[in-house]
T-cell receptor
Framework: DAGVIQSPRHEVTEMGQEVTLRCKPISGHNSLFWYRQTMMRGLELLIY????????DSGMPEDRFSAKMPNASFSTLKIQPSEPRDSAVYFCASSSLAGDPDTQYFGPGTRLTVL | AQSVTQPDIHITVSEGASLELRCNYS??????LFWYVQSPGQGLQLLLKYFSGDTLVQGIKGFEAEFKRSQSSFNLRKPSVHWSDAAEYFC??????????????FGKGTKLSVIP
C-alpha cells in the first residue's frame, strides 16, 4: 500500500500566484481531509469530503481557498491568489467510512512558501 | 466547541527514562481521544485511541495512555524511552460527526527530545 500521496512536497511561489496542491488518498478510502499546520495555529482542519462530496468547509480561511474532489482517487486544494500568510505545511489524510472511520492516515505534507 | 491543551511545548528526557506527556481536553461529553506522532518531515501516525471501556489503552511502539474523566485528561506514557522516540506528539479529540467521519481537533503538540 502506497499510503496517502501528496504533491508537490515543496512549493515556493510568489505572492499573487495560484498554487495547487494535490492528494491521492489510500485506495478504497472514502473520506478525505485537508489540514494546515503552522507554528502559530498548529494543525487545523480546512475541509473534508465523504464519498467525494464536501461535508464541512468551515475551516477554509477565506474565498481564496478552494478544494475539489472530482473522483475517489484525487483531490486538490487551490489557493488563488496566494499570500505570504498562507505559508504552512498542508496535509492530506484519508480514512475508510466502512472499515475504520476513526483512523486517519496522513500524507507526508506539502511545505508551501509564499514570498 | 471542543479544545485540546498540551501544556508542555518541549520536553527533554534521557534514553531509558520514563515519559509522560500531558493532554487536557474540553468537551461537553466524553469525546473520542487520540494520540498521534509526527517525525521530522513526515505526516502524522496514529499511536493509540480511546472510545470507551478500559480507561488504559495500549498503542504501538510501547506507548499507553490513560483516560481520566474527572480530570479531563488523556496523558501519554512510556516506561522507557528510546532515541527513536524523538518526535512531536499531538493529542486530538473528535466528536462523531454523524456523517461517518471523525473531525479531529488537535493540540499544539509537544516536542520530545531524547538525550543519548
Amino acid at each position: 500500500d502506497a499510503g496517502v500521496i501528496q504533491s508537490p512536497r515543496h512549493e515556493v511561489t510568489e505572492m499573487g500566484q495560484e498554487v495547487t496542491l494535490r492528494c491521492k488518498p489510500i485506495s478504497g478510502h472514502n473520506s478525505l481531509f485537508w489540514y494546515r499546520q503552522t507554528m502559530m495555529r498548529g494543525l487545523e482542519l480546512l475541509i473534508y469530503f465523504n464519498n467525494n462530496v464536501p461535508i464541512d468547509d468551515s475551516g477554509m480561511p477565506e474565498d481564496r481557498f478552494s478544494a475539489k474532489m472530482p473522483n475517489a482517487s484525487f483531490s486538490t486544494l487551490k489557493i488563488q491568489p496566494s499570500e505570504p500568510r498562507d505559508s504552512a505545511v498542508y496535509f492530506c489524510a484519508s480514512s475508510s467510512l466502512a472499515g475504520d472511520p476513526d483512523t486517519q492516515y496522513f500524507g507526508p505534507g506539502t511545505r508551501l512558501t509564499v514570498l | 466547541a471542543q479544545s485540546v491543551t498540551q501544556p508542555d511545548i518541549h520536553i527533554t528526557v534521557s534514553e531509558g527514562a520514563s515519559l509522560e506527556l500531558r493532554c487536557n481536553y474540553s468537551y461537553g461529553a466524553t469525546p473520542y481521544l487520540f494520540w498521534y506522532v509526527q517525525s521530522p518531515g513526515q505526516g502524522l501516525q496514529l499511536l493509540l485511541k480511546y472510545f470507551s471501556g478500559d480507561t488504559l489503552v495500549q498503542g504501538i511502539k510501547g506507548f499507553e495512555a490513560e483516560f481520566k474523566r474527572s480530570q479531563s485528561s488523556f496523558n501519554l506514557r512510556k516506561p522507557s524511552v528510546h532515541w527513536s522516540d524523538a518526535a512531536e506528539y499531538f493529542c486530538a479529540v473528535a466528536p462523531y460527526s454523524g456523517a461517518g467521519s471523525y473531525q479531529l481537533t488537535f493540540g499544539k503538540g509537544t516536542k520530545l527530545s531524547v538525550i543519548p
